[in-house]
């Protein structure tokens, strides 16, 4: 039977490097991975490309083409690997549950947990209430603790308030342990 994942971290913690490894594996064993991206999320321009940090990139398909898609296309894969789930409706999310339990392809989501105020993000809600499987991507704060919280920075300065989504800066978050992100600590400067 086909599961639903959730494998959630804070920014700069390879989510997406992971979710590109996950559709690599497929490949590399004869098997079809189709990525998914969120529409929001358009870092790369108009192509739905996922890249990573870390130099690597592959094609993919936006989440509004993806809806479109009907079962017999959806199940001419053997995975469905979906990176920035966070930003997903959580009725897209339902959909996932559905392809998994219906279609018996698997859906392997890639997102954070939760938004620079440290509240789920829907999409991330709906996979904790229906993920069959749940897995941490654990990345350190500067002290060295497990970071969980991804601070919003502008100026050197721990952001409070502002729009949930902000999409286009890795550059203006930093993964936090809870206690250096309520003391607005950013550590030693660099
Ligand atoms: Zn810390």
């Known amino acids: 039977m086909a599961k639903l994942y959730f494998r959630y971290g804070t920014m700069n913690s390879s ?7 996950v559709a690599f594996n497929y490949h590399e064993r004869g098997k079809k991975a189709l ?4 529409v929001t999320d358009n870092r790369e321009g108009t192509d739905p490309v996922i890249s990573s940090r870390i130099g690597i990139s592959m094609p993919a398909v936006f989440s509004t083409d993806f809806a479109q898609m009907t079962d017999e296309q959806i199940c001419a ?5 979906v990176d920035e789930c ?3 409706a959580p009725e897209e999310i339902d959909r996932f549950a559905d392809i998994a339990d219906r279609l018996n392809v698997p859906v392997i989501c890639y997102g954070l947990r939760t938004d620079f105020q440290a509240r789920l993000f829907p999409g991330s809600r709906r996979l904790f209430e229906l993920a069959d499987q749940i897995e941490e991507i654990k990345t350190i704060c500067w002290c060295g603790r497990k970071a969980i919280i991804n601070a919003r920075i502008m ?7 502002g729009p949930q989504v902000l999409i286009g800066g890795n550059d203006s978050y930093v993964a936090l ?5 309520r003391a ?3 550590g030693p400067r660099k």
């Not at 989510?15 to 490894?21: Q, Y």
């Not at 990525?35 to 969120?38: M, S, T």
């Not at 100026?155 to 308030?161: A, E, Q, V, Y």
Request: charged share 25%.
């Open 35 to 38: 990525l998914v991206k969120p």
């Open 77 to 81: 894969y053997d995975c469905i690997v």
């Open 155 to 161: 100026n050197g300065k721990i952001l409070t308030d």
């Open 15 to 21: 989510k997406t490097a992971n979710a590109l490894m």
């Open 177 to 181: 342990c809870r206690k250096h992100w």
């Open 86 to 88: 966070q930003f997903l």
């Open 184 to 186: 607005g600590d950013l």
